[in-house]
């Protein structure tokens, strides 16, 4: 069984800056890849960015350019760096992991941003 705890959300005012974490632990398997997806109100989850175990990233279009994925393998931890903010952005955030067990996700983290 995989745990993934997430942290970093907050409320920020447009333009800003967050940074998510999403720490995976227990007894890991066959690693395949990290992935963020959000949900706002009233939408469907959608995918944000994800990572796969060689490294390789991509990107929702609607992020590209501002918000930056990257992993910390000795630590088997993800991130999300989030720049230039906007208020469409505002959504929970969960984590999404995958290996040789299945898929898990995290419970999710609160992302408000508003001035």
């Known amino acids: 069984q995989v745990r993934l705890a997430e942290s970093g959300g907050g409320l920020v005012q447009p333009g800003g800056s967050l940074r998510l974490s999403c720490v995976a632990s227990g007894f890991i398997v066959g690693f395949n890849g990290m992935r963020w997806y959000r949900q706002a109100p009233g939408k469907e989850r959608e995918l944000v960015a994800g990572?796969?175990?060689?490294?390789?990233?991509n990107y929702a279009d609607s992020v590209k350019g501002r918000f930056t994925i990257s992993r910390d393998n000795a630590k088997m931890t993800m991130y999300l760096q989030m720049n230039t903010l906007k208020p469409e952005d505002t959504a929970v955030y969960y984590c999404?992991?995958?290996?040789?067990?299945?898929?898990?996700w995290g419970q999710g983290t609160q992302v408000t941003v508003s001035s």
């Open positions: 990572i796969t175990s060689d490294g390789s990233t």
């Open positions: 999404w992991f995958s290996d040789a067990h299945g898929i898990f």
